[in-house]
């Protein structure tokens, strides 16, 4: 029998380990079947070396929970120990044995699952008092049961066990219980260890009898031991890819397509890479790749083993340079872990190209799933970005693909102003703005169609990839001004005409939270629209990027500014100013006529104070410029109100404001029921 303290530096070494070891305690059953994994792997190895002679025969570890005891026993057959080597390898803390071990090995030891250090006290984040029944493989080796309660003491006794390998028995804390529910620990298996390389028994399979279900003497062997990445490309069909995925994944779609990686230098790497189908919601689509070392899960938050936009894939990742318990910062700056990142960005471009360039038109029927994907990496990685733009798409409004180049010359002939600006036209709705696209199109105009989430944030890259161009969306200026050809035409309206004009459709336009309305004149042709509404390319942009970029919070606040244009050129425009003049001008003359002789004595104020310094002007001069200003102003509310009179019984600046609002899905409620008798009552 054999007493002692464990060779650690403080009292306080369990505390810090229940604390502090790993982030999630759920942890300790990994890293117990790892252990156990890894002493059956060493074994294999030692029989394939000649080191050992004996026969293998079963290699399954089993793990039990005897919630009446309040134990959980993980068993294996593998090397085992003897007295000198728990010494060396569990009274020592964080002297692994793996490392002796694959420095003897290094040639034959791929599969052994290393670099666990702390690994098996993880044990005590679960357990008030953990046992190891453990026998050497070694000839004439005696069996020895260590112990150990938690506290840096431990005993070493002789034990019984009549096959080579160690049973290790935790009996589980008060405070852990929920460990001891076997549904529990089943998922737990399912997370951790469902791929691991030797066959892991929990319990025995079961089956239906006489109405009830009972246990078979079959094992139930949680672990698929060859899983699909470990496979070779060549031997596997799309279906096996495709069933390997409803495995990971039972309640996603059929993915896009997928990579197989399979990499050994200058790091080891495999793996397989599904593309889903991503439409929308970047955020329910993260951490789905799964990360393992030789077949050990490790983690689904790889953000720093994969560039941010390769989170959006599914699959598994799995390298043994990838160390299993490790900080997300050590992750993001290991040597290693920046290489793996930059082989499965390039490995993702490749296949995609790939693709591209072997079916073109299945690449083109898969784009809207894609398209997401590839806008965010295009956005976030330079790198991807130069690789991605030769096959990278756009899409007309007529369901049309074009790579960048085809594009740029489909349309640089038709589509660029008089100062040499390449404009490409889009759309972010078909139906919603329709007639802005006809319109479009009747002067020969491409329109793409931009409707998917990374689609406007995208818009400012390319303007900065692509030389001397600019994307506009179709309904943010008028037809003529969207691509100007040459200096716009004049408006020919007198000013009070057109101040009359702008008055009398300003002070009907309703009030609508979160708008507002600039209203201007503009000769369009007798043939367009008499009303149109334009929204502000610049401002609707900045609150678009606004959701995804922080610190531009500010322009989500502002209200959206619209322009109501009115076309001075059509029939009914012109009809309501005539017929405002003529219902307007006896009542407006006074008012005009004292509006005209104020702002002219105004001006004339302002023209004499301007050659005084501040102190040099009385106040009978300030009070006088005061006085006249508010005069102006008195006068033009007396013009504004009339005409706003005149306009509230005139059914046609209604209508047309009407019109134009529910062309952009603006008009609702009260407003909209208004506008439908009216329609009614004009009809008749």
């Known amino acids: 029998m054999q007493k002692g303290n464990i060779g650690v530096t403080t009292e306080n070494i369990f505390p810090v380990i229940k604390k502090f070891l790993y982030s999630d305690h759920e942890i300790f059953l990994r890293e117990m079947v790892s252990n156990a994994v890894d002493a059956t792997q060493k074994l294999k190895t030692l029989a394939e070396k000649g080191d050992f002679k004996g026969d293998l025969g079963d290699l399954t570890v089993r793990v039990a929970v005897d919630d009446k005891a309040g134990t959980i026993t993980i068993s294996d057959r593998g090397i085992g120990m003897t007295e000198e080597e728990i010494d060396k390898y569990i009274n020592q803390i964080a002297f692994s044995g793996v490392n002796d071990f694959l420095e003897k090995y290094k040639d034959?030891?791929?599969?052994?699952?290393?670099?666990?250090?702390?690994?098996?006290?993880?044990?005590?984040?679960?357990?008030?008092?953990?046992?190891?029944?453990?026998?050497?493989?070694?000839?004439?080796?005696?069996?020895?049961?260590?112990?150990?309660?938690?506290?840096?003491?431990?005993?070493?006794?002789?034990?019984?066990?009549?096959?080579?390998?160690?049973?290790?028995?935790?009996?589980?804390?008060d405070d852990c219980k929920d460990f001891l529910d076997k549904i529990k620990i089943r998922e737990l298996l399912n997370k951790y260890c469902k791929f691991m390389p030797v066959p892991i028994a929990f319990g025995k399979?079961?089956?239906?009898?006489?109405?009830?279900?009972?246990?078979?003497?079959?094992?139930?062997?949680?672990?698929?031991?060859?899983?699909?990445?470990t496979k070779a490309p060549s031997t596997l069909k799309d279906e096996d890819y495709k069933s390997f995925y409803r495995t990971l994944y039972p309640m996603q779609d059929e993915p896009l397509f997928w990579i197989h990686l399979n990499v050994d230098y200058p790091f080891?790497?495999?793996?397989?890479?599904?593309?889903?189908?991503?439409?929308?919601?970047?955020?329910?689509?993260?951490?789905?790749?799964?990360?393992?070392?030789?077949?050990?899960?490790?983690?689904?938050?790889?953000?720093?083993?994969?560039?941010?936009?390769?989170?959006?894939?599914?699959?598994?990742?799995?390298?043994?340079?990838?160390?299993?318990?490790?900080?997300?910062s050590y992750l993001q700056s290991d040597r290693d872990v920046k290489k793996i990142s930059t082989y499965i960005t390039k490995k993702v471009a490749d296949r995609l190209q790939g693709i591209f360039k072997e079916d073109r038109k299945q690449f083109e029927e898969k784009w809207d799933d894609l398209k997401l994907f590839i806008n965010y990496g295009m956005l976030s990685e330079e790198s991807f970005y130069d690789r991605a733009k030769d096959f990278a798409l756009m899409k007309d409004t007529d369901g049309k693909y074009f790579t960048f180049d085809e594009y740029k010359t489909l349309i640089k002939d038709n589509q660029t102003d008089k100062d040499g600006q390449l404009v490409y036209l889009y759309a972010t709705d078909k139906e919603e703005q329709?007639?802005?696209?006809?319109?479009?199109?009747?002067?020969?105009?491409?329109?793409?169609?931009?409707?998917?989430?990374?689609?406007?944030?995208?818009?400012?890259?390319?303007?900065?990839?692509?030389?001397?161009?600019?994307?506009?969306?179709?309904?943010?200026?008028?037809?003529?001004?969207?691509?100007?050809?040459?200096?716009?035409?004049?408006?020919?309206?007198?000013?009070?005409?057109?101040?009359?004009?702008?008055?009398?459709?300003r002070s009907q336009l309703p009030k609508i939270e979160k708008a507002e309305f600039y209203v201007e004149e503009q000769s369009l042709g007798e043939q367009a629209q008499p009303v149109v509404i334009t929204q502000s390319e610049y401002m609707r942009r900045?609150?678009?990027?606004?959701?995804?970029?922080?610190?531009?919070?500010?322009?989500?606040?502002?209200?959206?500014?619209?322009?109501?244009?009115?076309?001075?050129?059509?029939?009914?425009?012109?009809?309501?100013?005539?017929?405002?003049?003529?219902?307007?001008?006896?009542?407006?003359?006074?008012?005009?006529?004292?509006?005209?002789?104020?702002?002219?004595?105004?001006?004339?104020?302002?023209?004499?104070?301007?050659?005084?310094?501040?102190?040099?002007?009385?106040?009978?001069?300030?009070?006088?410029?005061?006085?006249?200003?508010?005069?102006?102003?008195?006068?033009?509310?007396?013009?504004?109100?009339?005409?706003?009179?005149?306009?509230?019984?005139?059914?046609?600046?209604?209508?047309?404001?009407?019109?134009?609002?529910?062309?952009?899905?603006?008009?609702?409620?009260?407003?909209?029921?208004?506008?439908?008798?009216?329609?009614?009552?004009?009809?008749?």
């Open 108 to 173: 034959n030891a791929n599969n052994i699952i290393g670099h666990f250090g702390l690994g098996f006290y993880s044990a005590f984040m679960v357990s008030k008092k953990v046992e190891i029944i453990t026998r050497s493989y070694k000839a004439g080796a005696a069996a020895v049961k260590w112990s150990c309660d938690g506290s840096p003491a431990y005993e070493i006794v002789d034990a019984e066990k009549a096959d080579r390998g160690s049973d290790i028995i935790l009996h589980i804390d």
């Open 542 to 684: 900045m609150k678009d990027i606004s959701r995804f970029q922080s610190g531009m919070g500010f322009y989500a606040q502002m209200p959206d500014s619209y322009n109501l244009v009115l076309n001075i050129d059509h029939p009914l425009i012109k009809k309501v100013l005539d017929d405002c003049n003529a219902n307007t001008a006896e009542t407006l003359k006074p008012i005009v006529g004292e509006l005209k002789g104020q702002q002219a004595r105004l001006a004339a104020l302002h023209q004499s104070q301007s050659k005084k310094k501040a102190d040099e002007i009385t106040q009978a001069e300030k009070d006088d410029l005061a006085n006249t200003e508010k005069a102006v102003n008195e006068q033009r509310d007396k013009k504004n109100g009339v005409l706003a009179e005149y306009a509230k019984g005139n059914s046609i600046v209604h209508q047309l404001i009407d019109l134009a609002l529910l062309q952009n899905g603006m008009l609702k409620g009260a407003a909209l029921d208004a506008f439908l008798k009216r329609s009614v009552d004009m009809i008749k």
């Open 268 to 328: 080891n790497l495999t793996g397989i890479l599904y593309f889903p189908r991503i439409k929308s919601n970047i955020d329910l689509q993260r951490n789905k790749i799964q990360l393992y070392c030789n077949q050990v899960f490790v983690t689904d938050q790889v953000e720093g083993i994969v560039p941010e936009f390769l989170t959006l894939l599914h699959g598994v990742i799995d390298s043994p340079d990838i160390p299993l318990n490790v900080s997300r």
């Open 434 to 505: 329709y007639s802005y696209i006809e319109a479009a199109k009747a002067k020969g105009y491409s329109v793409l169609l931009l409707d998917g989430q990374l689609d406007v944030p995208s818009i400012s890259m390319l303007e900065q990839k692509f030389e001397k161009s600019r994307f506009t969306r179709v309904d943010s200026d008028v037809i003529d001004r969207l691509i100007a050809k040459d200096d716009a035409k004049k408006n020919e309206l007198s000013g009070d005409d057109a101040d009359s004009l702008s008055t009398v459709f």
């Open 205 to 229: 399979k079961t089956e239906w009898k006489d109405g009830k279900e009972v246990e078979t003497g079959e094992d139930n062997i949680i672990n698929n031991v060859e899983p699909l990445w």
